[in-house]
T-cell receptor, first 115, second 109 residues
Framework: NAGVTQTPKFQVLKTGQSMTLQCAQDMNHEYMSWYRQDPGMGLRLIHYSVGAGITDQGEVPNGYNVSRSTTEDFPLRLLSAAPSQTSVYFC??????????????FGPGTRLTVL | GQNIDQPTEMTATEGAIVQINCTYQTSGFNGLFWYQQHAGEAPTFLSYNVLDGLEEKGRFSSFLSRSKGYSYLLLKELQMKDSASYLCAPLNSNYQLIWGAGTKLIIKP
C-alpha cells in the first residue's frame, strides 16, 4: 500500500493564481481531510469528507474548495492564491469517522509559497 | 472556546526520561491522541487514550485525566531519534481533532 500520497511536494505561486493540490489514499478509508500547518500554530482543519460525495467545511475554509467524487481522491483547490495561504498542507485519512479511536494517516505534505 | 496548552520546547538528555504535559478545553470529549512529527515530515500516530489512566507502549506511555482536562506523554530511555515535535490532539464532541501547537523536544548527548 502506498498509504496517503500528495502532489506536488513543493509549489510556488503568484498572487491570484489558482491550483489544485492532489491527495489520494489506497486504504479504502471513509474519512479524508485537509489541514494547513503554520509555524507556532496547531494543525488547522480546512475541509473534510466523511465519504464519496460528502464534504464539509472545517475551521479555515475560506479561499479553498474540495470535492470527493471517489473514495480514493480528495483534491484541494486554491481559487485565487494569496500570500496568507503560504503554508504546509497535509492531507490525512482514517478508516471511519465518529468512532473515536481511528488514527489519522498523513500524506508527506505540500509546501506552498505564494508570492 | 477550545484550547490546547503544551510547552513550546523542552530539552532532555539521551538515556533520560521526559514528560510532556498537555492541558485541554474542548466542546465535548471523545478521547485524546498524541502524534510525533519530525522536522519537515508528516505527523505519525503515537497513542490514543479515551479512559482515565496510563497506556504503555514500549518506551512511550500516555496518561489521561478527563476530570482535570490533562494528559501527558512519557518518553523513557531517550534516543537521539526522539528529537521531534509532539502534538497533543483531543477529539471533540463532533469527532474533530483539536490540535495543539506541539512541543519541540531536543535531545542532547
Amino acid at each position: 500500500n502506498a498509504g496517503v500520497t500528495q502532489t506536488p511536494k513543493f509549489q510556488v505561486l503568484k498572487t491570484g493564481q489558482s491550483m489544485t493540490l492532489q491527495c489520494a489514499q489506497d486504504m479504502n478509508h471513509e474519512y479524508m481531510s485537509w489541514y494547513r500547518q503554520d509555524p507556532g500554530m496547531g494543525l488547522r482543519l480546512i475541509h473534510y469528507s466523511v465519504g464519496a460525495g460528502i464534504t464539509d467545511q472545517g475551521e479555515v475554509p475560506n479561499g479553498y474548495n474540495v470535492s470527493r467524487s471517489t473514495t480514493e481522491d480528495f483534491p484541494l483547490r486554491l481559487l485565487s492564491a494569496a500570500p496568507s495561504q503560504t503554508s504546509v498542507y497535509f492531507c490525512a485519512s482514517s478508516l471511519k469517522t465518529g468512532t473515536g479511536g481511528d488514527e489519522q494517516f498523513f500524506g508527506p505534505g505540500t509546501r506552498l509559497t505564494v508570492l | 472556546g477550545q484550547n490546547i496548552d503544551q510547552p513550546t520546547e523542552m530539552t532532555a538528555t539521551e538515556g533520560a526520561i521526559v514528560q510532556i504535559n498537555c492541558t485541554y478545553q474542548t466542546s465535548g470529549f471523545n478521547g485524546l491522541f498524541w502524534y510525533q512529527q519530525h522536522a519537515g515530515e508528516a505527523p505519525t500516530f503515537l497513542s490514543y487514550n479515551v479512559l482515565d489512566g496510563l497506556e504503555e507502549k514500549g518506551r512511550f506511555s500516555s496518561f489521561l485525566s478527563r476530570s482535570k482536562g490533562y494528559s501527558y506523554l512519557l518518553l523513557k530511555e531517550l534516543q537521539m531519534k526522539d528529537s521531534a515535535s509532539y502534538l497533543c490532539a483531543p477529539l471533540n464532541s463532533n469527532y474533530q481533532l483539536i490540535w495543539g501547537a506541539g512541543t519541540k523536544l531536543i535531545i542532547k548527548p
